[in-house]
């Protein structure tokens, strides 16, 4: 009987520690399992996160692509235009230099004007200085001379030559036209043009019809007077009546009808004389 009592006791007591074992051992693994299931959930979260970055940084990314073409198209928009600007700007500079050099081309043009202004100016006074020379300061009063565009203009007044509707050459005249007369010959080739002017009174005399006879009548006297009593060439002398059509002056008044009553005697020379001219001009007082 007390064998039968033992037996079972060491049954359960076998069974107790084999018991208590396994409950050891489930323990352990219960304990294993929820520290691999904290890491499976920690992997999980950590998961969740580095995809949420993933997908992050590829939203970044396509982003980044995106403000990469589109600075692509800026680039190549803003290149075409540094082009168009660099051609413009060559042709802008090809034109600068066309209008430079067409400004310098100007300016030297309007030197050489401004020079050859000078020189005909100076020749001028040459030529007038030398056509003046020899007449007195009561001469100068009544002989006009100027020089224009290289002709030289004689205006004598009519009452110094003639008489008041008389084409005949006073004595009073002859020195006035002698003085001529010698500058007119030291110029051997110069062509001379003697002009009668008269003012819009008509004339009334028997043998003058009108102011065209009377004119023309004048002139051809002076152009008699310088050939016979002074010698000048007639092979050179003009002489031509212009009546009362080339008035220098208004016929309303005595002083304007007396200055358009006048001779002039005109003296073409050739350019190439002009240079003559200065060899032979008076030294002036500055110059002494």
Known sequence: MRIK??????????VMATGCTSNKKFAELQGKYDALAKDYHNSQVELAKSQERANSLDALLAEARKNNDQLKRQYDSMQGSLNQSLLQNQQGSINISKLVDEINASNQYIKQLVQAKSKSDSLNMVLTNNLTRSLTRDELKEVDV?????????????????????????????????????????????????EGNTDNVPISRTNIRNNWDLSALRASSIVQVLQRDFGVNPQRLSAAGRGEFNPISDNGSELGRQRNRRTEIIITPKLDQFLELIDKAPETKEKR
Do not use: Q
């Open 146 to 194: 100027k020089v224009l565009k290289g002709v030289v203009y004689i205006s004598l007044a009519d009452n110094m030559l003639f008489k008041s509707g008389s084409y005949e050459v006073n004595s009073r005249a002859m020195e006035t036209l002698s003085k001529i007369a010698k500058i007119i010959k030291d110029y051997g080739d110069y062509d001379v043009l003697v």
């Open 5 to 14: 009592l033992i037996i079972p006791a060491a049954l359960a007591a076998v």
